[in-house]
């Protein structure tokens, strides 16, 4: 089956700081990468996916990219803001989800 | 987008007994739900895919006898934690995908539910 690993598990920026989160998958026949934004306590929330037929997708100040060859992908968040913090999982798929272990992602004001 | 209801939204229990929870596609028919359970801090394991009007399909080490799915329709999908010990305690959450809406490859989350076996 399908394993996704994800690093780093925290990370701390300053606020208007850029954020970096990567994740690799192993399986090349997976189609869809979406991120996730989760608060304590509630529901996964997507904040950005990508197709295996996309290289880069962008929407305001988050970003993801998707390397299908080294079968990783990244998501980037740029003038973090306070409201930012929450816990970030990325996914991979073809037909079920698989997520990795989640980063902490903590913006100080 | 496309909305999942789930109830209730937390449930305390005393061991042994059984918990039902329900998961609802409320605005589009979900052939296909899935079921999550979520520990402390971890991540999102899969449980299981819930299949209308056919057996749910596991995932490897989740016991089929325990936590039992019913999809009997196109919106409504439910788990009952058979049994249910203090390992059980979780945070339970469905999601469904729309096939309606664009690729069909989203997933829609529910707000999930707090279980605590006391």
């Known amino acids: ?6 690093h780093p598990s925290t990370l701390s920026v300053q606020e208007g700081d850029s954020a970096v989160i990567k ?6 026949a997976s189609n869809y990468f979406p991120w996730y934004k989760q608060e304590l306590g509630k529901r996964p929330q997507l904040i950005i996916d990508i197709r295996s037929n996309v290289g880069e997708k962008k929407d305001q100040r988050i ?3 998707l390397n299908k060859t080294a079968k990783h992908f990244s998501l980037h968040i740029t003038e973090t803001q306070p409201e930012d913090s929450a816990v970030y999982f990325c996914a991979a798929t073809k037909g079920k989800l698989t997520f990795g272990q989640g980063t902490i992602l903590t913006v100080h004001p | 987008g496309a909305v999942v209801s789930q109830h209730p939204s937390w449930v305390i229990c ?6 039902k929870i329900e998961c609802r596609s409320l605005d589009f028919q979900a052939t296909t739900m899935f079921w999550y359970r979520q520990f402390p801090k971890q991540s999102l394991m899969l449980m299981a895919t819930s299949n209308e009007g056919s057996k749910a399909t596991y995932e490897q080490g989740v016991e089929k006898d ?3 799915i ?5 919106t409504l999908s439910t788990l009952t934690v058979t049994s249910a010990h ?3 305690s979780s945070f339970y959450i469905c999601s469904a995908r729309n096939p309606g809406e664009g690729a069909g490859d989203e997933q829609f989350f529910g707000p999930g539910t707090r279980l605590t076996v006391l």
């Not at chain 1, 994740?23 to 090349?28: F, H, N």
């Open chain 1, 1 to 6: 089956g399908e394993n996704v690993e994800q």
């Open chain 1, 23 to 28: 994740c690799t998958y192993s399986d090349s």
């Open chain 1, 63 to 65: 970003a993801v990219t």
């Open chain 2, 14 to 19: 005393k061991s042994g007994t059984s918990v």
């Open chain 2, 66 to 68: 325990k936590f039992l």
């Open chain 2, 70 to 74: 019913n999809h009997a329709s196109l």
């Open chain 2, 86 to 88: 203090p390992e059980d």
